[in-house]
């Protein structure tokens, strides 16, 4: 296939594109800056802002990946960063399936990015599935705007399938690469009681479900994207430190100071649920 991808630059895409190359794929990349083509994968500049793109980026395209959106975690949530991360992931998709209309073309697949964020912060043991409703808390009034985006694409998409991705390790990027590094310390990474759960996804398994939806026309609708682990905080921390040979150091960081560094944040860092991963189970 020949396949789009807008955020394909980042933590995720850098493994992505390349494993699709490999698997017989030739990928465009949307980029705000230049870049230089390589076989089988070139690059396209785009602006959402501006709404300028490349007319050329559609020709042949299959396949739509998205990507795009701004770290919800990484900084303090005021109106302007909140306005920020709800449009980072709203507009892009806008723009691009005006671009798409306005290009004539049809594609066979959009695959969009979502979040377990969708469910809500709160601990329990309930398993979540792609059936549950949607949480009140932000990241949650995100996911489903991001996803209400994702199926306007019903008009010029055969299919459209959004994941609901958990946290995603690998050592190059994500959470990974926050943690590490105290880890190595013999520092407890793991948050107030540590008890949340911790939905996770591995890179390498995540890069393998993109290539299976794609080669697999049957696969339609909203699904869970997490790891067969369901783990909490305090296990992923020992496994984190058991794989630097360290013992832990230092307790947990406490809940009040979680509150205090992060504010509205703490809610999303010391609360997790547990969900269930109907799609990794069909991509084996």
Not at 248 to 276: C, D, H, Q, W, Y
Request: proline content about 3%; glycine content about 8%; charged content about 25%.
């Amino acid at each position: 296939m020949k396949i789009l991808i807008a955020g394909g630059t980042g933590f995720i895409g850098k493994t992505l594109v390349p494993f699709l190359v490999k698997n017989g794929h030739e990928v465009n990349v949307l980029t705000r800056r230049s870049m230089v083509d390589e076989e089988n994968i070139h690059y396209f500049r785009w602006d959402v802002d501006k709404e300028l793109i490349e007319p050329r980026a559609f020709d042949g395209v299959n396949a739509l990946i998205n990507m795009t959106g701004a770290n919800i975690g990484e900084k303090r949530w005021t109106v302007d960063r909140k306005n920020e991360i709800l449009n980072s992931r709203v507009k892009p998709l806008d723009f691009l399936l005006k671009a798409i209309i306005e290009s004539g073309n049809r594609i066979d697949v959009l695959i969009s990015s979502s979040a377990v964020g969708y469910y809500g912060a709160v601990t329990t043991n309930h398993i979540f599935t792609e059936e549950d409703n949607n949480g009140t808390d932000f990241p949650a009034y995100v996911c489903r705007l991001w996803e209400d985006e994702a199926l306007k694409f019903r008009d010029v998409a055969d299919r459209v399938v959004i994941l609901r991705k958990g946290l995603v390790v690998g050592k190059d990027g994500g959470v990974y690469q926050k943690l590490a590094p105290l880890a190595k310390l013999g520092l407890s990474v793991a948050l107030g009681s540590g008890k949340q759960h911790f939905p996770l996804v591995y890179i390498t398994d995540l890069i393998r479900v993109y290539n299976y939806i794609l080669e697999h026309n049957e696969i339609d609708g909203v699904f869970n994207i997490v790891a067969n682990q369901n783990i909490t905080m305090n296990e992923f921390s020992q496994k984190l430190l058991d794989s630097f040979g360290k013992r832990k150091l230092t307790p947990n960081i406490p809940a009040f100071i979680i509150k205090m560094l992060f504010m509205e944040r703490a809610e999303m860092r010391s609360e997790e649920r547990r969900v269930g991963k109907e799609c990794l189970r069909l991509c084996r």
